[in-house]
């Protein structure tokens, strides 16, 4: 489908895609384009489809009771599946192509519960049309599990995803973009419970400190952290410096930076290019 097309086609054929996909199990976790994809997906096929929550320590559990509560707020079914990707030492130690093995452990889960219920057919996640031009080794794991991606389908991009979530009445439509924990922490080191404990506490500290849009970026025993640029001069104020660092020194970090640049998604993805041009070649 052409991306040039009005919105309102684009809604009309994702509506499309999913009659034809249905029943369906939704990777759901309650993130703005999982959130579109599985409301979406309930408005077209209403019991014929499930929304799946992979339940780890790489998810916050802010987002998982607040994915549990948008699922309850519009009605439609959801379950909580455990994924046990970290009993994998390919994703623990955190090359560029973790995410694959997140992904590929998630859709081995979905693929495991389709055959538990045999009524549904099809597996979908929430990969938007603006994704392609990014980093996303999950893509991979998807293509080789034949998960179907209805939002890249119609050709809505992230700014589309939002106005419909916006007009569905999704809370989470003007959400910051959200990852899961193991993406915080620096290529090459190992990702443990223990790390994604720690940076999980700190993200809850800048959060109760009023911070809306931010990452704790895990170098070791430096923590980078990265407040959106809107943010910044109240992050800078030497009374809030004093409080971020009573904060989060308790949680092990020798040492606490803030990065000048800012908040920016992707931070990471540089030194996983770097990592991958050798495989490239």
């Known amino acids: 489908m052409s991306a040039e097309l009005p919105l309102p086609q684009k809604q009309a054929h994702l509506r499309e895609i999913l009659l034809a996909c ?24 209403d019991r014929r489809m499930l929304a799946i929550i992979a339940d780890s320590p790489s998810l916050p559990r802010r987002h998982l009771r607040d994915a549990l509560a948008l699922a309850e707020a519009h009605g439609f079914p959801c379950r909580v599946l455990v994924t046990s990707e970290l009993e ?16 590929d452990e998630l859709f081995h889960v979905m693929e495991r519960e389709l055959v538990r219920r045999p009524e549904f057919r099809t597996l979908a996640y929430g990969l ?36 419909l979530a916006r007009q569905a009445g999704l809370a989470v439509w003007d959400r910051p ?37 931010f990452r704790l970026r895990y170098h070791g025993e430096l923590v980078r952290l990265e407040i959106a640029p809107s943010e910044l001069s109240r992050a800078l104020d030497l009374e809030m410096i004093a409080r971020i660092r009573t904060a989060l020194r308790p949680l092990g970090f020798r040492y606490v930076t803030l990065d000048l640049e800012g908040y920016r998604q992707g931070a990471m993805n540089p030194a996983v290019e770097i990592q991958l041009r050798p495989v490239l070649k």
Do not use: M
């Not at 994998?88 to 992904?103: H, I, L, Q, S, V």
């Not at 940076?199 to 009023?210: R, S, T, V, Y």
């Open 88 to 103: 994998n030492p390919e994703y623990r130690r955190n090359g560029a192509d973790r995410c694959y093995f997140c992904k």
């Open 22 to 45: 249905g029943p369906v199990l939704v990777a759901y976790s309650g993130g703005v384009d999982s959130a579109l994809l599985a409301h979406a997906a309930w408005q077209a096929l």
């Open 128 to 163: 938007n049309a603006d994704d392609l031009s990014d980093f996303r080794p999950g893509r991979a794991a998807a293509e080789a599990h034949g998960v179907r991606a209805p939002l890249q389908e119609a050709a809505l991009g992230k700014a589309e995803v939002r106005e």
């Open 177 to 213: 973009a959200s990852a899961c924990l193991s993406s915080r922490i620096a290529p090459g080191i190992a990702v443990t419970p223990e790390v994604l404990g720690r940076i999980e506490q700190g993200e809850e500290a800048l959060e109760q400190l009023g911070f809306r849009q």
